[in-house]
């Protein structure tokens, strides 16, 4: 029997307003691999993030963590499924008025009997993973960024989690530290064998972590692939490109920062704004003499 997913998505629907942010979302991510997410500016990165964690209830569809559909489960069975993943937020969202030391402890506090002198062990060996543990009695606002994301890195890690999510975890950091960062994802994933998820834009890091990318396009996911099949299109010569499909075209403007191509075709022509908003051109071009409509 083929082992199941650790997470699996089927038919993932996600609405705000009417508007379907999140369209149609399927795909499985393998034990152990560490999936990448990307996408521009309101893709729906951030929505399907919070929607696979729990945050957000689906409006259609099923989301299944290690077996078990989420909107099935209780508050306790949501909070069972929850202690056996762990988050990086963008911003670290360390508590101030703890040290880094507390704040990697919290979790193990809160849903473990552990000892104090146990839960001390743990931490320092959580800090000494991700290289911070000289900085343990320092406040959050007494470090860098880049220690930050590691402080909350090492939260996420404190109950030994099988999968972790990142939102952006590159996000606001020098490209050395960056480097910093995803070298020690790379790490993690190999040496604990966790199932990873990281939600990012930037490429560079997209593309040292990934063992599989998928991409967002207007809240659909238009392509679940290897990250060698993502390099090949993106290392693809403009003579080639032109005679790529535009779904391939886009994904390859999109993976090298093109200033030109069908994402800021579709800018241009207002119809990137009206399919990002979900309304009519004659409510965002000047037609005086068009009455505007809404779809």
Same mark, same amino acid.
């Given at each position: 029997?083929?082992?199941?997913?650790?997470?699996?998505?089927?038919? =993932? @629907?996600?609405?705000?307003?009417?508007?379907?942010?999140?369209? +149609?979302?399927?795909?499985?991510?393998?034990?152990?691999? !560490?999936?990448?997410?990307?996408?521009?500016? +309101?893709?729906?990165?951030?929505?399907?993030?919070?929607?696979?964690? +729990?945050?957000?209830?689906?409006?259609?569809?099923?989301?299944?963590?290690?077996?078990?559909?989420?909107?099935?489960?209780?508050?306790?069975?949501?909070?069972?499924?929850?202690?056996? /993943?762990?988050?990086? /937020?963008?911003?670290?969202?360390? /508590?101030?008025?703890?040290? #880094?030391?507390?704040? =990697?402890?919290?979790?193990?506090?809160?849903?473990?009997?552990?000892?104090?002198?146990?839960?001390?062990?743990?931490?320092?060996?959580?800090?000494?993973? @991700? +290289?911070?543990?000289? *900085?343990?009695?320092?406040?959050?606002?007494?470090?860098?960024?880049?220690?930050?994301?590691?402080?909350?890195?090492?939260?996420?890690?404190?109950?030994?989690?099988?999968?972790? /999510?990142?939102? $952006?975890?590159?996000?606001?950091?020098?490209?050395? !530290?960056?480097?910093? #960062?995803?070298?020690?994802?790379?790490?993690?994933?190999?040496?604990?064998? @966790?199932?990873?998820?990281?939600?990012?834009?930037?490429?560079?890091?997209?593309?040292? %972590?990934?063992?599989?990318?998928?991409?967002?396009?207007?809240?659909?996911?238009? #392509? =679940?692939?290897?990250?060698?099949?993502?390099?090949?299109?993106?290392?693809?010569? $403009?003579? *080639?490109?032109?005679?790529?499909?535009?779904?391939?075209?886009? %994904?390859?403007?999109?993976?090298?920062?093109?200033?030109?191509?069908?994402?800021?075709?579709?800018?241009?022509?207002?119809?990137?704004?009206?399919?990002?908003?979900?309304?009519?051109?004659?409510?965002?071009?000047?037609?005086?003499?068009? $009455?505007?409509?809404?779809?």
């Amino acid at each position: 029997m083929p082992e199941t997913p650790p997470i699996s998505l089927r038919g =993932v @629907v996600k609405k705000f307003g009417g508007r379907a942010v999140l369209d +149609g979302i399927d795909f499985d991510v393998n034990a152990g691999e !560490t999936m990448v997410i990307m996408g521009g500016s +309101g893709s729906g990165k951030s929505t399907l993030l919070r929607t696979i964690i +729990g945050s957000f209830a689906p409006d259609e569809g099923s989301v299944s963590l290690f077996g078990q559909d989420v909107r099935t489960l209780d508050a306790d069975g949501l909070n069972e499924v929850r202690k056996r /993943f762990g988050i990086l /937020f963008q911003s670290g969202a360390l /508590f101030n008025s703890m040290t #880094i030391a507390q704040n =990697v402890a919290l979790p193990l506090q809160e849903h473990t009997d552990l000892d104090a002198n146990i839960i001390d062990i743990q931490v320092k060996i959580k800090l000494e993973m @991700v +290289g911070l543990l000289e *900085a343990a009695d320092r406040y959050p606002s007494e470090i860098s960024g880049g220690m930050k994301k590691r402080a909350g890195l090492a939260r996420a890690l404190a109950l030994d989690p099988e999968i972790l /999510f990142y939102d $952006e975890p590159s996000a606001g950091l020098d490209p050395v !530290t960056s480097a910093q #960062i995803d070298q020690l994802i790379v790490n993690l994933s190999r040496q604990l064998g @966790v199932t990873s998820v990281v939600v990012t834009h930037e490429m560079d890091s997209a593309f040292t %972590i990934a063992d599989r990318m998928c991409m967002l396009d207007k809240g659909r996911m238009i #392509i =679940v692939e290897t990250r060698d099949w993502f390099d090949a299109l993106r290392k693809t010569p $403009e003579s *080639a490109a032109l005679a790529m499909p535009e779904r391939d075209r886009l %994904i390859r403007q999109f993976l090298r920062g093109d200033p030109e191509g069908p994402i800021t075709a579709r800018k241009q022509t207002g119809l990137y704004e009206r399919q990002l908003l979900g309304v009519d051109a004659a409510i965002l071009l000047p037609t005086p003499s068009l $009455e505007p409509t809404r779809r």
